[in-house]
């Protein structure tokens, strides 16, 4: 069974505000990171062939990984995409369209306090130069503890907005925070996304057997070290999905639900 990591990154920056700090690398630490991989051997392919290979077709190439980025933060436009380009890397930008600014608004709105946004043009631009867009809703909720109704306008009003945007269709979803169920999964099917990123056990190596609409990732935070990194290059040091879903995950999805249907619902850390 091929290993794939998928690395998931939300801010890279020097400065970040207190809530998103342990979500965000500096780029000196990004930069390593991508001569790590180079080093190790790994071939950075995008998501949609490990997608494609999930969903029946050709095998993704021994020893490969995707690069993915949450949120739609500023610094993906001013950093990221430049070091991208420059060593040709493909990479997936899941975007929360309620968070992006607009003529009028200043960025860093919506679930994003305190932080610079991308704005539409600049979404325009990354996609124009390759970049592919997917979704992560338009206002990040734990999509697990909302109704029906209200995570169908999350998932399908998040990619109708984006695809008004780029005036072509977007494919590719993200769960805000890693969170969904059997119940929000079909959801998303249904509003026409192919496929879903997760967060799986903190951290896990999606592979070939994995499931598309709940593929996992490797989340890389600011106490990621170099040890943990080189570990995950060489496809060690994380579980390999598919696995099933544990108790432990089961009981905090009920007590989330709990709390949000008592009106305290649990205030996860927008990242």
């Known amino acids: 069974m091929s290993v794939v990591p998928v690395f998931l990154y939300h801010a890279v920056s020097d400065d970040s505000p207190s809530w998103l700090a342990q979500f965000t690398v500096s780029p000196r630490t990004f930069m390593e990171h991508l001569d790590m991989i180079a080093d190790s051997g790994l071939r950075v ?23 993915t980025f949450d949120d739609g933060y500023a610094d993906f436009a001013s950093t990221v ?5 420059a060593r040709g890397l ?43 867009i997917g979704g992560h809703t338009v206002n990040h909720p734990q999509l697990d503890t909302l109704p029906r109704t209200s995570v ?13 945007e780029l005036g072509h ?8 925070h890693g969170y969904s169920s059997r119940g929000v999964r079909a959801l998303v099917r249904e509003a026409g996304w192919t496929s879903a ?9 999606s592979s070939e057997r994995d499931d598309p609409l709940w593929f996992a990732r490797l989340m890389v935070r600011a106490d990621t070290g170099r ?16 696995f099933p879903e544990g108790l432990r995950t089961r009981g905090w999805r009920a007590y989330r639900r709990a709390r949000a249907v008592t009106g305290r619902p649990y205030r996860a850390i927008p990242a």
């Open 45 to 67: 392919i995008p998501l949609r062939r490990l997608v494609a290979a999930l969903l029946g077709g050709p095998p993704v190439p021994p020893r490969c990984a995707v690069l």
């Open 81 to 85: 995409a430049p070091l991208l380009a």
């Open 90 to 132: 493909g990479s997936t930008l899941y975007v929360t369209t309620g968070a992006l600014s607009a003529a009028g608004r200043p960025s860093g709105g919506g679930p994003f306090p305190s932080v610079a946004t991308l704005s539409w043009a600049q979404v325009r631009e990354l996609d124009a130069a390759g970049v592919e």
């Open 152 to 164: 169908r306008e999350e998932v399908a009003g998040c990619k109708q907005r984006i695809e008004d």
């Open 169 to 176: 269709r977007v494919d590719s979803f993200a769960y805000p």
């Open 197 to 205: 990123a997760a967060i799986r056990a903190a951290s896990a190596f």
């Open 227 to 242: 040890d943990r990194f080189a570990l995950w290059t060489r496809g060690e040091g994380a579980p390999v999905a598919p």
